[in-house]
């Protein structure tokens, strides 16, 4: 999670309610044999979803979408299982919930982990702390059993906040990280990859569907992919460095101008950002290419230029992904329209590094495979 923005309530889109995702499953039965089926799921790309049989399945978990800003959904720690909502953030790694001991004034508002009351909770002494883009987090970390829609992991490390900084007014009680071990900041063992020991996922893949819609429908799913979400197929990126979810992008551009990542650059494809973010000269750029003046912390853009702005395109792996101004420009409560780009990655050391947060990945379905470290993009329903 690099960026959350927190505004006041954003208008309701008007949007489709999907029909309700129950299991979906894939084959394996018929294949046989891991290697043939690891061909298989190469060569076609897990559009498997509607080849069934009873081995191995899906996973899905709703999420909320709040204010276009953030997907949240339930996770459960401890036996018996106490709820918490959490953010699944591809930019990270780790999992962490509030303590009952936590003393900032926002673990008050949040759901706190009763270590008391679970009869699977293993203490630690050992301490940890997470930097955000946008927050804090300092705590110990624990293990007990952690529970994501049907999918059990046993003995998971995590993290107990005593001290949160960034977090207020937010939604969510903590953070689950899906990125690779290696950006741990509590270096344990993340919870996809203990899944993926224990044998409770099927395939070492999910993907995220994020709905416009302020209703339930979006979905994060585990161990497969559903066909259903996405149109056309899926496009493969291989991983511009293995151990992060992060690509190789050509180029941004505007009527077939060049306005970022000219000679190539790497993005982290990052569902705990809202946003997208880039370098902030060339993010100033594109606020003036689009008519957007700054206002407080956001850029703001008439609401009547939206049907005339062009769209934006980000070239990856030479496929074009076109962002238009509708998802680019999003509107607050008071009806104002604001602009979703956002400066500030020149922080990050690497070369130009961009970051597609929610707002393009609203548009585009996208699956993150740990078993060939690459991600799927595809045009979401
Ligand atoms: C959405 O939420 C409602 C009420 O909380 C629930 O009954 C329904 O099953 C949920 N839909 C999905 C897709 O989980
Ligand atoms: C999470 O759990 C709460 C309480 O059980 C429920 O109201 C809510 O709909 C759930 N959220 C999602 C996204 O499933
Ligand atoms: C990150 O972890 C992967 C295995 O998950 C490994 O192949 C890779 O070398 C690691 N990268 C770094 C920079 O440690």
Not at 9 to 23: Q, R
Not at 90 to 103: A, H, Q
Not at 173 to 190: C, E, F, K, Q, T
Not at 247 to 253: A, D, E, L, Q, W
Request: charged share 15%; hydrophobic share 35%.
């Amino acid at each position: 999670m690099k960026w959350l923005v927190l505004l006041g309530l954003v208008a309701f889109s008007e949007c489709i309610v999907k029909i309700p995702l129950t299991k979906v499953n894939i084959m394996q039965e018929t294949l046989g044999e891991k290697g043939l089926l690891n061909n298989f799921l190469k060569e076609h790309a897990y559009r498997l979803s509607k080849i069934s049989t009873r081995n191995s399945d899906i996973t899905s978990v709703p999420l909320r979408n709040f204010l276009d800003l953030m997907y949240i959904g339930n996770i459960t720690i401890g036996s018996p299982p106490q709820q918490f909502r959490v953010v699944f953030d591809t930019g990270s790694s780790d999992l962490w919930v509030p303590s009952i001991f936590c003393s900032s004034p926002v673990c008050y508002t949040h759901t706190t982990f009763k270590h008391l009351e679970s009869s699977t909770y293993q203490h630690t002494n050992k301490p940890f702390q997470i930097t955000y883009g946008s927050g804090r987090v300092k705590g110990y970390l624990a293990y007990d059993t952690i529970r994501i829609g049907r999918l059990v992991s046993t003995g998971q490390p995590f993290g107990l906040s005593l001290e949160e900084y960034g977090f207020d007014r937010l939604p969510f009680d903590g953070v689950l990280g899906l990125n690779y071990p290696n950006m741990s900041s509590i270096r344990a063992i993340p919870i996809f990859d203990n899944l993926k020991k224990q044998g409770a996922v099927s395939e070492p893949v999910f993907a995220f569907y994020l709905s416009k819609c302020r209703t339930n429908s979006s979905v994060l799913m585990l161990g497969g992919v559903d066909k259903a979400y996405y149109k056309g197929q899926l496009n493969w990126v291989p991983l511009s460095r293995v151990g992060d979810w992060r690509v190789n992008m050509n180029r941004i551009s505007m009527k077939g101008k060049i306005i970022g990542c000219s000679g190539g650059c790497e993005a982290l494809v990052d569902t705990g950002t809202s946003l997208i973010q880039g370098p902030t000269r060339m993010i100033t750029n594109i606020q003036k290419l689009i008519g957007a003046t700054p206002q407080g912390f956001q850029h703001y853009v008439s609401c009547f230029t939206i049907n005339t702005l062009p769209s934006i395109i980000f070239t990856i792996n030479g496929i074009d992904y076109p962002v238009p101004a509708q998802a680019y420009i999003l509107k607050d409560s008071q009806g104002h329209c604001f602009s979703t780009f956002k400066g500030g990655t020149e922080t990050f050391k690497h070369a130009e590094t961009w970051i597609l947060g929610d707002a393009f990945l609203r548009l585009y379905f996208s699956v993150y495979d740990r078993g060939n470290d690459r991600i799927g993009l595809a045009p979401a329903v």
